[in-house]
């Protein structure tokens, strides 16, 4: 149940890492793309003039065109090591990042870049963000209703689990009820076992789910390539996860506990 | 303030036929008392009522002036300390110890351990089983667990000792030997209460008797000592 929990929550930790950095990355980032002209020649002075108006427009706080070796770097997981990216008919790319806090009227820039490099266009990332934005959420969603299931599975394991320990030791609570032991009395000898219980549980299952965790880790690192960037855990994250045993052990002895309580105020 | 006062007492189990049928009962501070009645005549129903297992169906329960039936229940711990209960099966914790078994009320109330220790030795040595301490009760007597049981009840010296059948499970002699147990126990101020259906014993100690027949009970006899 634990090592479930393990997983569900790193990835619903990871889902959210992995969101913020988009999120970070892409917001105050613009690019501009210049369709190739006949002579490349001729590319190349657009987009020199383009990066020009580019630095001079308030608002922006760098702008700097993609060499055709970036651009290159870029276009190998698809395309392979050894294409020739200039000869293919590509767009020029400008990667324009935005200062802060600042408002910047791209409809209007666009049309001026449009002047300039005829065909010219910007593409502010935020359609294809959006959708990114959208799907990563509802699999964050689905993480956080597992964990959500796992838990409650947890809860009804805990309380069925006490409720078989109390029919087993239905002789000892009635003497030690008969003795004049208070109901918290009797509540703490389960709770005592389902702590230790739930601390086992929770070791070994964390400690399988690190296993997983680092397993998938090594096998991701080995793809080596930049179309699926490698999420890992942060050390909090990771300290998250080493905590579960504790929030594990809290629960069961507080569900054991309840359990108890409620059975014993049947008794006279 | 009497012990026990049972008034109007009525019990039924279900919509099965009355058991005790307006009961009254009062048990002074260090009375000692037989219960005697056929087999099924609601001895231990009785008994139950006293130590708390059950309610009666109407009727007054009042315990050391303490009126059961308005009481709030986190405060019956508190009645149920002040009573030993002794049964015919024992009732003996077998995974654990002679010594922790008689143990067992102290810590239930958090007596210090050196407190616990020094108590609980002395006891099983009055009760004769001094050199039988980490002896598992399986490993025990008949009479040896009935007088581990005894120590058990009496260890937190309670004011209201019930004993239902206790010689029910030993033999003949050891049942004697219980009973002067019980003696002693009641010379010390305990008030006792015996459920039994052995009429030799009755006639062999000679207190008191309450005969529970037909749902009703009375005082049967008194001896001379009365």
């Known amino acids: ?268 | 303030m009497p012990v026990v006062d049972l008034s109007g007492v009525r019990l039924r189990y279900g919509n099965g036929p009355e058991i005790l049928r307006g009961t009254d009962l009062v048990l002074t501070r260090g009375s000692f008392h037989f219960l005697t009645g056929s087999s099924g005549a609601g001895k231990s129903s009785l008994l139950g009522l006293l130590y708390l297992t059950m309610h009666p169906t109407a009727g007054a329960v009042r315990l050391f002036g303490v009126d059961i039936g308005t009481e709030p229940r986190r405060r019956l711990p508190d009645v149920r300390r002040r009573i030993g209960v002794v049964f015919q099966d024992f009732r003996l914790l077998a995974h654990l110890s002679a010594f922790d078994n008689v143990a067992l009320p102290l810590r239930i109330v958090g007596t210090r351990e050196d407190q616990v220790r020094a108590n609980v030795r002395e006891l099983l040595a009055w009760v004769g089983l001094g050199d039988h301490l980490q002896a598992l009760p399986s490993t025990l007597s008949g009479g040896q667990q009935q007088r581990l049981a005894i120590a058990r009840a009496v260890i937190a010296q309670p004011d209201l000792l019930i004993a239902d059948e206790p010689t029910g499970s030993v033999d003949d002699s050891s049942a004697y030997r219980l009973m002067r147990l019980f003696d002693e126990l009641h010379k010390m101020g305990t008030t006792v209460l015996i459920a039994t259906h052995n009429r030799a014993l009755v006639q062999a100690f000679g207190h008191p008797e309450l005969h529970l027949e037909d749902g009703v009970l009375k005082l049967a006899s008194m001896n001379e000592h009365g």
């Open chain 1, 1 to 268: 149940m634990v090592f479930l929990a393990a997983l569900a929550l790193a990835a619903v930790m990871l889902l959210g890492s992995s969101l913020h950095r988009w999120q970070a990355d892409l917001s105050g980032t613009v690019t501009v793309q210049v369709p190739p002209l006949k002579e490349s020649a001729q590319t190349d002075a657009a987009v020199a003039e383009l990066v020009k108006f580019l630095r001079l427009t308030p608002g922006v706080e760098a702008a700097q065109a993609l060499t055709q070796d970036r651009l290159a770097a870029l276009l190998a997981p698809w395309l392979g090591e050894t294409a020739e990216v200039g000869e293919l008919p590509m767009p020029r790319l400008i990667d324009v990042r935005l200062r802060t806090g600042a408002l910047v009227d791209l409809s209007a820039v666009g049309a001026k870049i449009a002047d300039i490099a005829p065909g010219a266009v910007i593409d502010d990332h935020q359609v294809w963000l959006a959708r990114l934005v959208r799907y990563a959420r509802a699999l964050e969603t689905t993480g956080i209703v597992v964990l959500g299931l796992v838990s409650a599975v947890w809860v009804v394991t805990v309380l069925f689990v006490t409720l078989t320990r109390m029919s087993i030791h239905r002789t000892v609570i009635a003497l030690l009820h008969l003795m004049g032991a208070t109901d918290g009395y009797i509540a703490r000898q389960f709770q005592r076992h389902a702590l230790i219980f739930g601390l086992g549980g929770g070791f070994i299952g964390v400690l399988m789910a690190a296993v997983a965790l680092l397993a998938l880790d090594q096998a991701a690192a080995d793809l080596a390539t930049p179309i699926l960037p490698v999420p890992r855990l942060s050390l909090g994250q990771w300290g998250a996860l080493a905590a579960l045993p504790i929030v594990t052990a809290v629960v069961a002895m507080l569900t054991a506990r309840l359990t108890v309580l409620v059975q014993l105020k049947r008794m006279p």
